[in-house]
């Protein structure tokens, strides 16, 4: 991308400084394969016209405001991504007001993915390098316009706390007086950000912008929409997936005080009150006859067949390195010593559960539509809408707010397509809000996958080929299409499938199965690694044990030219105490992974006791990101994401049984407790690489090292999970 393409600067309303940015595309990994898939198919990037997606705005009232592409979720970005930029400015962070952007792909498209998502650990990879030359960029504008002002040169001037400073005369201009000025002038060329070793606040743990208003309530979330003549709809859906409504008796439910009509729309049905409480009191009111479809006789154990089923048929092969079937044959007649061990993994399916329950206003109106409501894909969002009301897109305003968990359930807007076929049938502003119930049971499900685990190793005890099939939903067909190119497999499914050791031959073949229409399989934290990681660090695990060695040096031994992950893992072995003794039935797990740009390992130590309970006692983790922008949200990042996968490994048991979810809310679908939740040691290993995820990394280390740890604590080797107190006695 040429820089006049990169940015534009110009005066804006007021005599205010503008400056209008690119984001570029990411340098490498699944989320590179997707975008340039996105480019081959919609033209090269650099023939195409300049469409500003991010904006910088200094008022001559000194009032500096960033319109930011990304949502906020927890994560921290709304603190991170200004701490770049008033760095660059050389302002104080408290200096930078946030705007949330627009629904607006074309100009707001995150460029990792090309569409106006927040998700996949990728807000700091994408923001990183643009923002920081925008304001490095603004800087030198703001300086050239004070030095103008003072007939003095450039290099005469410095910049400190938002105003420009002339070195000999103690002079001072701030910034905002500067605006006007500034956005007249030439942009310069190829103004270089800061060398990192002259950060004075990216590096170090600042306070989160949005503590204040969360810690007093007045932080504006979805579901805290309220609106003049607002009323509020509750929901049920058929117990079945891609089941209808036959029948609806809805006598009792009107005569509920405070309701005020019953909503119907194929499959579901909202009873619209004046407050949530009545409305959830004439739900439970409706006698309603379901046509529960032909999903009726679906399980997971029907789903779990089918998958493992999948895998007898030929698949798309995304990695092929040196001759994986002559390693297998030689190993499988025994020649030179060779051993082939082979092994069959599954990974379960689950929910998101974000404790905002799902939610959304809208109010159709003049023939248009507008919505409010948290989310990580708005124009997902105005697209929903579009298909079941014939509202244009153009039309449709989206009104984006701060999430409460997201963990990519806020990534599909199918609630959203069903509260817009309720909210169509009325002229008022209809709030619509799942119940835990509803959500848990009819929202989008982690796939569930089955894994083919082959190797082979030398008489030396080195892995000589690796063989890895798996099957499981695409959902990158289902979610971005365009993301996907013929006879590529879907780089999500697949990422860190192939192992991050040096394998002399390697092999990884997948195999796409859907689930019946109706259940919905979509993004959960940790996408592709997550099952990934779990399926290959465990049988790391076997295959260091076959071999006779120590798992941390078994992995260190094979990591071959990756100084990175070696250190990540030698620092975590290190802090953990690995190799210390243990009492009896305590055992200590290892993982590696790189994905997102990051590397982390991680040591679980825990212990069983007899009647099968289990007390995880202490998480050890490493992590290089790169540069951490900030330290303390990234350390947070970590503890949250680590608790958020503990509570899948060890609590999150997801059953279907005649089309039905089982469960149904946090007594049969627990999230961990307090009480539960171990102590937790992390370590940044300090890196001059660019930042790296850290939203997804820290919960898809977990489930391989808590399930080696287990292995460590009773000698039983796991290859699904949950496990069951009776599975773990002694």
């Known amino acids: 991308m040429e820089r006049r393409d990169f940015l534009k600067i110009g005066a804006g309303a007021g005599g205010a ?29 650099s023939t195409a016209a300049f469409e500003p997606s991010v904006y910088i705005r200094i008022a001559p009232t000194g009032r500096i405001t960033y319109v930011i592409p990304f949502v906020e979720m927890g994560q921290g970005a709304f603190t991170a991504i200004p701490m770049m930029l008033a760095e660059e400015m050389d302002l104080p962070l408290s200096a930078v007001t946030i705007e949330q952007a627009p629904a607006d792909e074309k100009r707001y498209a995150n460029p990792i993915f090309g569409m106006q998502i927040t998700g996949g650990s990728a807000s700091m990879q994408a923001a990183w390098k643009a923002v920081r030359t925008a304001g490095a960029t603004c800087r030198a504008m703001l ?17 400190r706390d938002g105003t420009v400073v002339q070195k000999a005369t103690g002079k001072q201009l701030s910034y905002g007086a500067l605006a006007t000025r500034a956005a007249a002038l030439p942009v310069p060329k190829d103004v270089p950000p800061k060398d990192p070793t002259s950060y004075r606040l990216v590096g170090t743990p600042a306070k989160r912008l949005d503590t204040r208003s969360k810690t007093n309530g007045s932080a504006p979330f979805g579901i805290d929409v309220r609106l003049p003549g607002m009323k509020v709809a ?26 005020r009509q019953v909503l119907v729309a194929d499959d579901i049905v909202g009873v619209v009150a004046d407050h949530y409480g009545a409305a959830r009191k004439g739900l439970a009111a409706l006698v309603i006859d379901w046509d529960e479809g032909p999903n009726a006789e679906f399980s997971t154990a029907t789903w779990k067949r089918s998958v493992r089923d999948a895998l007898k048929g030929q698949g798309i092969v995304s990695k092929q390195e040196g001759d994986v079937a002559a ?6 007649k025994g020649s030179g010593g060779a051993r082939l061990i082979r092994a069959d993994y599954d990974a379960p399916t689950m929910v998101h559960a974000p404790l905002e329950p799902m939610n959304c206003t809208l109010h159709f109106k003049d023939g248009g539509c507008e919505v409010w409501l948290g989310t990580q894909a708005p124009v997902k969002t105005q697209q929903a809408i579009a298909a079941v009301s014939g509202v244009p897109v153009e039309r449709i305003v989206v009104h984006n707010h701060l999430i409460g968990g997201g963990f990519g359930r806020r990534l599909d807007a199918e609630y959203v397509g069903q509260a817009a076929k309720l909210a169509k049938q009325v002229a008022y502003p209809l709030k619509v809000v799942y119940s835990r119930e509803e959500d848990i049971r009819h929202g989008s499900l982690r796939p569930l996958y089955c894994d083919e685990m082959a190797a082979t190793l030398d008489a030396s005890g080195r892995i000589s080929g690796f063989s890895h099939r798996l099957a ?65 660090e465990g049988f790391m695990d076997e295959l260091a044990l076959a071999a006779k060695a120590d798992p941390v040096a078994f992995r260190l031994a094979h990591l071959g030219e990756n100084p990175r992950l070696k250190a990540v893992l030698e620092t975590a072995a290190a802090k953990s105490g690995w190799g210390s003794p ?22 679980v130590e825990l212990g069983v006791t007899p009647d099968g309970a289990v007390l995880v006692r202490r998480l050890t983790t490493a992590l290089d990101c790169g540069i951490a922008v900030n330290p303390d949200s990234v350390v947070a990042q970590m503890e949250g994401g680590h608790i958020f996968g503990l509570t899948a490994v060890m609590l999150g048991n997801l059953t279907i049984e005649r089309g039905r979810v089982q469960q149904s809310n946090f007594h049969d679908f627990p999230l961990m407790r307090i009480d539960q939740t171990p102590r937790m040691d992390i370590h940044l290993v300090r890196s001059s690489a660019e930042p790296g995820g850290v939203g997804e990394i820290g919960t898809a280390i977990v489930a391989p090292a808590y399930i080696n740890a287990l292995y460590a604590a009773t000698g039983k080797r796991f290859r699904s999970y949950p496990l069951t107190a009776e599975e773990l006695k002694a």
């Open 17 to 45: 400084f503008v400056a209008s940015f690119s984001l570029p595309l990411p340098a490498t990994g699944a989320a590179r394969a997707a975008a340039s898939a996105v480019a081959s198919a919609s033209g090269s990037a």
């Open 143 to 159: 300086v050239d316009a004070a030095a103008a002002t003072w007939q003095c040169g450039a290099q005469d001037c410095a910049t």
């Open 234 to 259: 509750a929901i049920t859906h058929c117990p079945v997936a891609g089941g209808k409504v036959r029948r609806v008796d809805d006598a009792k439910a009107r005569a509920v005080r405070g309701v």
């Open 327 to 332: 390693a297998m044959d030689s190993a499988g």
């Open 472 to 536: 499981g939903s695409s959902i990158v067909a289902r979610y971005a299409p365009q993301w996907l190119q013929p006879g590529v497999a879907d780089p999500d499914a697949v990422e860190a499938a192939e192992t991050p050791y040096a394998i002399p031959a390697r092999r990884v073949e997948y195999v796409a199965v859907e689930p019946p229409a109706g259940y919905l399989t979509a993004f959960w934290r940790g996408v592709g690694p997550n099952h990934n990681a779990w399926v290959v």
């Open 582 to 603: 243990l009492p009896a039935r305590s055992g200590r797990g290892v993982a590696v992974l790189n994905a997102w740009g990051s590397y982390i390992a991680m040591v």
